[in-house]
């Protein structure tokens, strides 16, 4: 995997991180249902053209929510601004790419998709793992506020809710078979 970012993406716990990722049996999975309606809301509330709800695994991130890039299923990880998501608990923002250093390679900030602005929260599981992120996306420069944040935090719990749901019909449904 090509890395755009020119630092660290690969979390010290990813290989136990991506296995956690696989128990959901989430990938690939219809991008239908309350994954796209966080998405659509994260558009809206933020007013913003692009929004997703991610999942990084080992080699591309996968979108399960998506508004404004609907023709993209998935990125690779090594371009992905979700890669960079996953590395930390908290918010990962980015109100102007063009003044972030580890950006300037990045093919979505210098090539001719334009991104500008990145703002995302992971989507981490009760034990700690963040598998992925709740972002949004513009192709302008834009602040973003603490109760941004803190909106775009309670996305990512919902969306994790969400997930723990899947994962117990999955359990429920295996089950009864």
Known sequence: MKNTFG???????????????????????????????????????????IALVSFVDAERVWFKGNVGMEEVRQVDRGASLCSLSIMRPEATIFEDALKEPCLLANPLVAGEFGLRFYAAVPITTYDGYNLGSVCIVDKEPRAFSLDDQITLEYMAKLVMDELDLWRCQLYVNNSVN
């Open 7 to 49: 630092v660290e993406i690969i979390p010290d716990n990813d290989t136990d991180r991506v296995k956690r990722l696989h128990d959901y049996q989430i990938l690939d999975t219809e991008t239908e249902g309350p994954f796209k309606h966080i998405a659509a809301l994260a558009a809206h509330i933020f007013k913003v053209p």
